[in-house]
């Protein structure tokens, strides 16, 4: 349990932060802080991920215990992508400076990330090596999708791309909810089994989240859109028949 001091106090700093902490932030110095912000882990993800990507290129795909930690610059790789999950939490902070409250599948996202990443991180756990692989690549994608939709004269392009990086995010969670235990849990140790445990519990209910964010904010406003016009058509059908019909 001591080995989760870290991630519970930085978890429970952050669901106890207040909005109000935030209402005074300047909107000029909140943008350009955003934009920084936004870029920056975007070009961190895009680092991190092109660096696991070569070492996996170079080293190739193996379950064997030690066979990534123990590689040079791995190690070190892995540290800082799981203390960016700390740095996370800014995400929530703007939310808060622009006078916004965080759905709880951002917040249950920042904490089981902080968790999960630790505990990969701290007991060695080999699959921690493809998850930041993939999570850095998701993220970079992601990032840059939040810094280009700060600028007024792009974020109408971009719009329409939100659901395929979300889809791309629950993608990700399928795969390390199937592939973690698939490939590891039988030969691992029992410490390490109970990391995948905790892995699979976290990915199974943000996938969850996920599909319930989705079929709200994707599913359901493009029927009520497509009802909506449907019924603008009806109507102005309806309109050019009475127009002709009518007596002149």
């Not at 659901?163 to 199937?178: E, N, Y």
Request: aromatic share 18%; charged share 15%.
């Amino acid at each position: 349990m001591i080995d989760l001091i870290l991630p519970l106090t930085a978890s429970y700093q952050y669901l106890t932060l207040s909005k109000k902490e935030f209402e005074n932030v300047d909107k000029n110095t909140l943008y350009r802080f955003s934009l920084v912000h936004n870029l920056g882990l975007h070009i961190y993800s895009l680092y991190t991920f092109i660096q696991l990507f070569r070492i996996l290129y170079n080293k190739g795909i193996n379950p064997t215990s030690g066979y990534y930690f123990n590689t040079i610059g791995v190690r070190e790789l892995l540290f800082w992508f799981y203390m960016s999950k700390y740095y996370e939490y800014v995400d929530t902070m703007i939310l808060y400076s622009k006078n916004k409250d965080p759905i709880f599948l951002q917040k249950f996202h920042h904490v089981g990330a902080t968790i999960v990443w630790h505990l990969g991180f701290v007991y060695e756990f080999e699959g921690t090596f493809f998850v930041s692989l993939i999570n850095s690549g998701i993220h970079s994608i992601m990032y840059l999708y939040y810094f280009l939709s700060l600028i007024d004269t792009i974020r109408p392009m971009i719009n329409k791309y939100r659901v395929i990086i979300t889809s791309a995010q629950v993608c990700q969670l399928v795969f390390g909810f199937v592939a973690l235990p698939y490939f590891y849990y039988k030969s691992a140790s029992n410490i390490i089994k109970c990391v995948i445990i905790i892995h699979d519990l976290y990915i199974g209910y943000l996938i969850v989240l996920f599909l319930q964010f989705m079929s709200h904010n994707y599913l359901q406003k493009k029927s009520i859109k497509l009802h909506h016009s449907s019924s603008s058509i009806l109507g102005a059908r309806k309109k050019v028949i009475l127009e002709f019909s009518s007596p002149k």
